[in-house]
Nanobody, 120 residues
Framework: QVQLVESGGGLVQAGGSLRLSCAAS????????MSWYRQAPGKQRELVAV???????SYADSVKGRFTISRDNAKNTVVLQMNSLKPEDTGVYSCNAHIWTTRTMGRDYWGQGTQVTVSS
């Protein structure tokens, strides 16, 4: 049905930047909110950033002023621009989107996750 494919993870030094992308494909009717989550080693998964279909954004306090979430509705893509990275930003970042198809009501879909490692 629907697939979310992520890219852009990797290893970066503290203070550096990374750009994560997530593209949705399949029998998509519409996408409302799109989100990025992360899970650090030994910790629970946390919500990092959210963007609504109208473009409104929300961020976790720990990333405000450093991360920016955006979307391209024509490409069904959400991007997380991460600047001034810190070692505590290390973790597996996962894309989430609430998607409606022709056959199904809206539900959450997840990407496979991509590793982000920030060295000190």
């Amino acid at each position: 049905q629907v697939q979310l494919v992520e890219s852009g993870g990797g290893l970066v030094q503290a203070g550096g930047s990374l750009r994560l992308s997530c593209a949705a494909s399949g029998s998509i009717f519409s996408i409302d909110r799109m989100s990025w989550y992360r899970q650090a080693p030994g910790k629970q998964r946390e919500l990092v950033a959210v963007i609504t279909s109208g473009g409104s954004t929300s961020y976790a306090d720990s990333v405000k002023g450093r991360f920016t979430i955006s979307r391209d509705n024509a490409k069904n893509t959400v991007v997380l621009q991460m600047n001034s990275l810190k070692p505590e930003d290390t973790g597996v970042y996962s894309c989430n989107a609430h998607i409606w198809t022709t056959r199904t009501m809206g539900r959450d879909y997840w990407g496979q996750g991509t590793q982000v490692t920030v060295s000190s």
